[in-house]
């Protein structure tokens, strides 16, 4: 006798913050976002950034080459925002088809965010052009202050900085990328409308005791770092509480094992292989998985005012291994959850 597993079947998903870097790297790990996903926003942070239009249409050809045969997957593009970005390449970015978004990182934040926003104030003409042309701003939402303890840069950074740019902009469509606190949840819950949030699958499974389990684990350090428990759990409830504000993604970012098994390790998890899998762990262990396709399929493209997808994929309450290592452009990699197995399975 067989017993038929328990699935859920939802409206093809979009993953609205990705890293898919560039050549040998990217060839790798596409494959895996392009099997989950229809869509993703990709982000800017190539060494130098994609700053232009022109370097985002050419970073698109180099993405939509490296699809596998027969994959539909769609690219969308955004700007990375450097002090020397003009008004007038945000026109151009919002007449440009494949250009969706700006990113903001502030300098030194993150992986590659030496040519990022030293001082708010300087790219204040921008934000107007964006606002003026509906282009969303979306923000990885800490501050860099050394004095600032490293578990409090995304409350701080809300308090100094989103808490100005919400009353300045109130039409300007902002992401709060990656939340990681209770404040950003609230925050962004009781804010305007124009101010959304992704949320990352690891935000939502570990909180910081993941980085010192029996030992130091570079695995789980990624930026904004993890944060205690109950940061986590506000994280889950907005998650799945259906609010439409919030919605899915990844922020899933290869690095090579050598450079996250290093004395100065880089910040990131990739999640890529079985990101709806974890999502789907999330929202059934929260009682929520009648919620999970609005939070993966629906939420996101309504904010951007793009058309939902059409199609479905079909996830099963079964196990699927996860492998020790993969490949990463012919360096090994390691993913998320390294040698466990997740608790859903893509059909
Ligand atoms: O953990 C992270 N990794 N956070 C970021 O903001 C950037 C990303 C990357 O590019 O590796
Ligand atoms: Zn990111």
Not at 87 to 96: G, K, N, Q
Not at 208 to 225: M, Q, T
Request: glycine share 6%; charged share 20%; net charge negative.
């Amino acid at each position: 006798m067989t017993t038929e597993l328990p699935a859920i079947t939802i409206t093809r998903p979009d993953d609205w913050h990705l890293h898919v870097r560039d050549g040998a790297m990217l060839a790798s790990v596409l494959p895996d976002t392009a099997r989950q996903f229809a869509r993703a926003i990709i982000m800017p942070n190539l060494k130098p950034p994609v700053a232009t239009v022109e370097q985002a249409l050419a970073y698109r050809d180099r993405i939509l080459a490296a699809r596998p045969a027969g994959s539909d997957f769609t690219p969308l593009m955004t700007l990375y925002l450097t002090e020397q970005t003009t008004p007038e390449e945000i026109r151009r970015a919002s007449e440009c088809a494949h250009v969706y978004a700006v990113k903001y990182y502030p300098a030194g934040a993150t992986t590659n965010a030496a040519s990022g926003v030293t001082d708010l104030e300087r790219v204040m003409p921008v934000f107007e052009a964006m606002q003026e042309t509906g282009l969303p701003l979306l923000m990885h939402g800490e501050v860099t202050d050394g004095e600032i303890d490293i578990f409090d840069r995304e409350a701080v950074f809300i308090d100094r900085h989103l808490s100005v740019l919400v009353k300045r902009f109130p039409e300007l469509p902002m992401v709060l990328e990656h939340i990681t606190t209770a404040e950003a949840a609230s925050f962004v819950e009781d804010g305007p409308a124009n101010l959304a949030a992704t949320i990352t699958a690891h935000h939502l499974l570990l909180n910081r005791n993941a980085l010192f389990e029996g030992g130091l684990r570079p695995h789980h350090y990624c930026l904004p770092i993890l944060k205690r428990e109950l940061n986590r759990q506000a994280l889950v409830r907005v998650a799945t509480g259906g609010n439409p504000k919030f919605f899915l993604g990844t922020d899933s970012a290869p690095h090579p094992k050598s450079a996250k098994e290093s004395d100065c390790g880089c910040a990131g998890m990739y999640t890529a292989r079985t990101a709806l899998e974890l999502y789907a762990e999330v929202f059934d262990q929260a009682g929520a998985l009648d919620r999970l396709e609005a939070f993966a399929s629906f939420n996101g493209p309504d904010f951007y005012r793009l058309p939902r997808n059409t199609g479905s994929v079909t996830l099963c309450r079964d196990t699927l291994d996860i492998p020790d290592e993969v490949d990463f452009g012919g360096q090994p990699g390691v993913p998320f959850r390294a040698g466990g197995r997740t608790a859903w399975r893509m059909a």
